[in-house]
T-cell receptor, first 110, second 110 residues
Framework: EDKVVQSPLSLVVHEGDTVTLNCSYEVTNFRSLLWYKQEKKAPTFLFMLTSSGIEKKSGRLSSILDKKELFSILNITATQTGDSAVYLCAVEHPYTPLVFGKGTRLSVIA | DGGITQSPKYLFRKEGQNVTLSCEQNLNHDAMYWYRQDPGQGLRLIYYSQIVNDFQKGDIAEGYSVSREKKESFPLTVTSAQKNPTAFYLC?????????FGSGTRLTVV
């Protein structure tokens, strides 16, 4: 059975801190790993990772995939209160729906 | 603008009633999905459809039903057989990589 495990499940940090969110997976026929940010309602797309060792960056957010060890990390530097959200990791394989982890709830306090 | 529209945003149901959640997309996507989200549980797949007039059960299909008579529409009915329907319901569609999500419907049983 496909499995995606995120850790920690929740995290509280102060503004300016750097955080690392983890996602490990056990999936047959892996195609890609995706990260989403969910604030109130619809998750919004952050990154899609298909190759090991290639870092994807967007502003203060970055992510990398390790296909040998079957995990990915999402880093957020210089956190702001607007980064407070649930961060979802999902794994994709051909022709079947995304498999999601339980998410990490990040709270950034001023 | 292309996107996915879910309605209503909030829905209250009495025990024993069936209710239908609407999901419409104008993205010309073939595949559509329904997920349920409970606190601390991530997204769990209810049903999905990869083509008109065809759909498959997800991990938690019991107590739910769907139809896919048109490419644009994928309504979800929560039946009285669903014992704990209070949750946040997300609809998504896909063409190629990744998902586009609707804004969700929050269903509460009163």
């Amino acid at each position: 059975e496909d499995k995606v495990v995120q850790s920690p499940l929740s995290l509280v940090v102060h503004e300016g801190d750097t955080v690392t969110l983890n996602c490990s997976y056990e999936v047959t026929n892996f195609r890609s790993l995706l990260w989403y940010k969910q604030e109130k309602k619809a998750p919004t797309f952050l990154f899609m990772l298909t190759s090991s060792g290639i870092e994807k960056k967007s502003g203060r957010l970055s992510s990398i995939l390790d296909k040998k060890e079957l995990f990915s990390i999402l880093n957020i530097t210089a956190t702001q209160t607007g980064d407070s959200a649930v961060y979802l990791c999902a794994v994709e394989h051909p022709y079947t729906p995304l498999v999601f982890g339980k998410g990490t709830r990040l709270s950034v306090i001023a | 603008d292309g996107g996915i529209t879910q309605s209503p945003k909030y829905l209250f149901r009495k025990e024993g009633q069936n209710v239908t959640l609407s999901c419409e997309q104008n993205l010309n996507h073939d595949a559509m999905y329904w997920y349920r989200q409970d606190p601390g549980q991530g997204l769990r797949l209810i049903y999905y459809s990869q083509i008109v007039n065809d759909f498959q059960k997800g991990d938690i299909a019991e107590g739910y039903s769907v139809s896919r008579e048109k490419k644009e529409s994928f309504p979800l009915t929560v039946t009285s057989a669903q014992k704990n329907p209070t949750a946040f319901y997300l609809c998504a569609s896909r063409r190629g990589y990744g998902y586009t999500f609707g804004s969700g419907t929050r269903l509460t049983v009163v």
